[in-house]
């Protein structure tokens, strides 16, 4: 189960012509903002991608708006983010300070997510993908990509049962911030 104080969150590639290319690229978009601000809400460090901005634009609006002041963003040519050395980096500070579980999503969720988490599994991570938080510019690709995080260990899951598994009860001092993202 999800822990706040065990938790990071990493948001794969949620940029303006990513989202453009993929019909459910919108509603990913909107869905991770919900689990960006409730991450900024309740301090889970957060780690933002950018596959190669000069060709496919910035994060959305939309997310980046939503994102905590101190989530860091990285720039990535690679498919899999830990084939950069500065989101390595980022992720064994983060492992260093106690953060065992990531929970992931964005696009396109059978390349640079599945990569990602694959990665981040074998680095000994427990990993949640956010299905409603990801997209792939086509279904079938999308279900396959799925199906292999399954395969390789991920849990995969929703930007509801994640909220509120982290919250684990209606008396989080955060509830009413995190229930209003959802309603």
């Known amino acids: 189960m999800l822990n706040i104080k065990d938790c990071a969150l990493v948001i794969i590639d949620i940029q303006d012509r990513l989202v453009l290319a ?29 596959q190669y901005p000069k060709g496919l634009g910035n994060t959305v609006p939309t997310l980046k ?15 899999s983010a830990l084939l950069e050395e500065e989101f390595k980096n980022k992720i064994e500070e983060l492992k260093n300070n106690g953060i065992k579980q990531i929970l992931i999503g964005g696009i396109e969720t059978h390349i640079c997510v599945l990569q990602t988490a694959a990665d981040l599994i074998n680095e000994g991570f427990e990993v949640y993908v956010i ?29 509801e049962i994640a909220l509120f598994e982290l919250l684990k009860t209606s008396k989080h001092p955060d509830f009413k911030a995190v229930q209003a993202l959802i309603k």
């Open 22 to 50: 993929s019909k459910y690229g919108p509603s990913a978009a909107e869905k991770m903002a919900k689990i960006a601000k409730a991450a900024d809400i309740l301090s889970i460090p957060t780690i933002v991608t950018e």
């Open 65 to 79: 708006e939503n994102l905590s002041q101190t989530a860091y963003t990285i720039e990535k040519s690679a498919f």
């Open 131 to 159: 299905k409603d938080a990801c997209a792939s510019r086509n279904k079938d690709e999308y279900k396959a990509g799925l199906e292999l995080l399954k395969q390789y260990g991920a849990k995969i899951t929703c930007v």
